[in-house]
């Protein structure tokens, strides 16, 4: 993927290999317009490395650069310390005037989701453990308000971990009243992930509707003739589990989630599509939540502080049977 950065940082190379101590984690910096990453046999050459402050696209990124040329572009890999990784993750996933217990709760469940994918990413050539996007957890560079930093030093290195090992910590921005089986979302079930009953009105995507064109629908699906959308199963939670397709030459069914990922995340904020409705050349979906709505819902876990909860209470609700301990160098 070709970065507009690259200018900005070959100034910074030096071809030697850092050493360091402690635990550390490797992030695939993937911007707004460029999100592919390496396919499996796609043919890759290092072009060098940096170590110390670098800025990428006006962000400061601290730890090293590692910048290979693929066959489409560059790809930009930051390795950075855990904690100073969790710093950049809480920035980017919630607001820095939440109230503390929430961004405790938060850093704790971006660490340990950090560690869980670290220790599973398996093998690649550029040796990334986690993206910077939604593909795993949003991470930026740039200053870190007093209040994440507060966050995450208090509970620096504490992890959540299940008969020893750290835990797949999803979680999500609004679960719209429920959070969601993981089974339904990623096709495994996990001991700590249930599905729980939340409150999170306070949220901008507790309630939303978006008008959808029927074009952007096809082009997403790559078909044609739209005729109509229909829901045909629902989760436990009452989320779509297929919608079946509609078209001119026949039908066809589609997970929601698979559906929500071909229209885009932004575009179907969830699959918990209360009505749906066409009006002329536009779909009308309304609905709740924003997510897959697996794991911890961040707008709960923020009303739950305001309630009064600290963080390991919150981290309970939504990771129950978990224990919280301190990572070791994994």
């Known amino acids: 993927m070709i970065f507009a950065f690259y200018i900005l940082i070959f100034a910074f190379f030096s071809h030697f290999s850092p050493s360091y101590a402690g635990t550390t984690i490797r992030v695939l910096l993937l911007d707004g317009q460029n ?9 890759l050459e290092q ?3 940096a170590r110390g402050e670098v800025i990428i696209s006006g962000l400061k990124y601290p730890g090293a650069i590692d910048v290979w040329k693929g066959e489409s572009g560059l790809y930009i890999v930051n390795e950075v310390s855990l904690e100073d990784y969790v710093k950049g993750v809480v920035a980017a996933e919630v607001g820095s005037k939440w109230d503390l217990e929430a961004l405790k709760a938060q850093a704790v469940a971006a660490r340990t989701y950090a560690l869980y994918q670290k220790l599973n990413s398996g093998v690649n050539k550029i040796s990334y453990n986690v993206t910077s996007s939604v593909l795993h957890q949003v991470y930026k560079g740039g200053d870190i308000p007093e209040s ?3 966050a995450v030093d208090d509970t620096k290195g504490e992890i959540l971990t299940y008969e020893g090992s750290p835990i797949a910590a999803y979680y999500h921005s609004t679960s719209g009243g429920i959070t ?4 339904e979302v990623f096709g495994k079930s996990y001991p700590y992930l249930k599905s729980v009953e939340t409150s999170c009105e306070l949220s ?16 997403a699906l790559n078909t044609n003739g739209l005729k109509d959308i229909l829901i045909d199963a629902y989760t436990d939670s009452n989320r779509v589990r297929n919608f079946k397709i509609i078209t001119e030459t026949g039908e066809f069914d589609i997970p929601g989630k698979d559906f929500r990922r071909n229209l885009g995340w932004d575009k179907l904020p969830s699959t918990m599509v209360t009505n749906l409705t066409r009006n002329g050349n536009n779909y009308i979906f309304e609905g709740k939540g924003f997510g897959h709505g697996v794991g911890m819902c961040q707008w709960t876990a923020l009303e739950m502080a305001k309630e009064g909860k600290n963080y ?3 981290l309970s609700t939504f990771y129950p049977g978990t224990t919280l301990e301190l990572y070791e160098n994994r």
């Open 35 to 43: 999100s592919r990453v390496p396919y499996k046999n796609e043919k």
């Open 312 to 314: 390991k209470e919150i």
């Open 204 to 219: 901008p995507y507790y309630m939303w509707e978006k008008r959808i064109p029927v074009s952007d629908i096809e082009k």
């Open 148 to 150: 994440i930093r507060r």
């Open 180 to 183: 969601e089986d993981p089974v």
């Open 47 to 49: 072009l060098g490395n």
